[in-house]
């Protein structure tokens, strides 16, 4: 069964389109879900076309200008863990994805996880939450070290991770910064709520 992570901050506020005539509400609710699956297919390409190409070479590590389809059919099937972040206070924009945290095994006990928020959310939470989020669930599934590699012009989600995991072990590797999150806390707050 499918679980429901929700947000206790304010989120980030999706403007109202001009034309609507209606008023973006003060705060909301951001809900990260793990409920992703095929009927969220347009959903995760709509954020793909709405993010930067800066945000996108970010999250890809290359410039993209179409979705990867071998990603796109592991999150959607499940073969990857995967959480989005959804629009849940605008009725014109109800249950449009804008972030996504996936995570893959590499090796026993160890996944890589990787963020990614669509330009118009960055700054406001929303990778913090979604990042908190995808290790939480790493852990309680057993893994023991999350993997994040990073672009080393990628200040904003190298000072999350920063805040998030001090204890990281970081190091340098093809050019890229790779950060190795020890788990083991995770797993016993899991342990704990069980």
Not at 29 to 39: K, M
Not at 128 to 142: C, M, N, T
Request: aromatic share 4%.
């Amino acid at each position: 069964m499918a679980k429901t992570l929700i947000a206790s901050r304010p989120t980030p506020h999706l403007p109202a389109p001009a034309a609507s005539g209606t008023t973006a509400v003060d705060a909301g609710t951001c809900i990260i879900s793990s409920e992703i699956g095929t009927a969220d297919r347009q959903a995760v390409l709509d954020l793909f076309t709405r993010s930067s190409p800066d945000t996108r070479r970010e999250r890809f590590h290359g410039a993209l200008s179409v979705f990867p389809q071998r990603y796109l059919e592991e999150i959607l099937g499940g073969r990857q863990l995967a959480l989005v972040a959804r629009d849940t206070c605008h009725e014109e924009s109800r249950d449009k994805v804008f972030g996504l945290a996936s995570a893959a095994p590499i090796e026993p006990g160890i996944a890589e996880f990787a963020v990614w928020v669509e330009d118009a959310c960055q700054g406001r939470g929303v990778g913090s939450l979604l990042v908190r989020a995808i290790l939480r669930q790493l852990a309680e599934h057993g893994f023991r070290t999350a993997i994040g590699i990073m672009e080393p012009g990628n200040l904003a989600i190298r000072r999350l991770v920063s805040r998030i995991a001090p204890g990281a072990a970081t190091r340098s590797e093809d050019g890229m910064i790779v950060v190795s999150i020890p788990l083991k806390d995770l797993a016993a707050q899991a342990d704990a709520r069980s």
